[in-house]
């Protein structure tokens, strides 16, 4: 009699439930599904661009070594050189009371510089047609 009585004590203890299958993924089960495309989507971007300024960078990377030669780096000195020995000489023309009231210097790429000396004051003009087509 035991027995049964234990046993019969322990079918009421005894709970059972249904088993539930679900997909856990929101592709199968449809319930948040716009955000896992929309996380997809952002993701997929982003890594394109990732890729693209990786490549772009790299590109502009190139071009700088590739114009920091000697040869490069000597034209650019001499350039400055010389321009510094234009512009000491235009002022010295601007400034020496013996010297012309009027002078034009056409510099490379259609660039115009003129200055005017008229009594004490000295008058200077710089057009640079590159800059003009960026103003517009």
């Not at 046993?7 to 299958?21: K, Q, R």
């Not at 002078?103 to 490379?108: E, H, K, R, T, V």
């Given at each position: 009699m035991r027995?049964?009585?234990?046993?019969?004590?322990?079918?009421?203890?005894?709970?059972?439930?249904?088993?539930?299958?679900?997909?856990?993924?929101?592709?199968?089960?449809?319930?948040?599904?716009?955000?896992?495309?929309?996380?997809?989507?952002?993701?997929?971007?982003?890594?394109?661009?990732?890729?693209k300024d990786t490549l772009r960078n790299e590109a502009e990377q190139a071009k700088i070594q590739a114009q920091n030669t000697p040869l490069n780096t000597f034209i650019n000195n001499l350039q400055a050189r010389i321009y510094s020995q234009l512009a000491a000489q235009v002022t010295e023309q601007i400034f020496n009371s013996g010297g012309a009231t009027f002078?034009?210097?056409?510099?490379?790429g259609g660039a115009t510089i003129t200055w005017t000396r008229t009594g004490d004051f000295a008058t200077l003009y710089i057009f640079d047609p590159v800059l003009v087509t960026l103003l517009k």
């Open positions: 027995p049964l009585v234990l046993f019969l004590s322990l079918i009421n203890i005894s709970l059972a439930s249904d088993m539930v299958f679900g997909f856990k993924s929101p592709v199968f089960n449809g319930v948040g599904y716009s955000a896992h495309v929309f996380t997809q989507e952002n993701l997929a971007r982003t890594r394109k661009q990732a890729i002078g034009i210097i056409n510099l490379q």
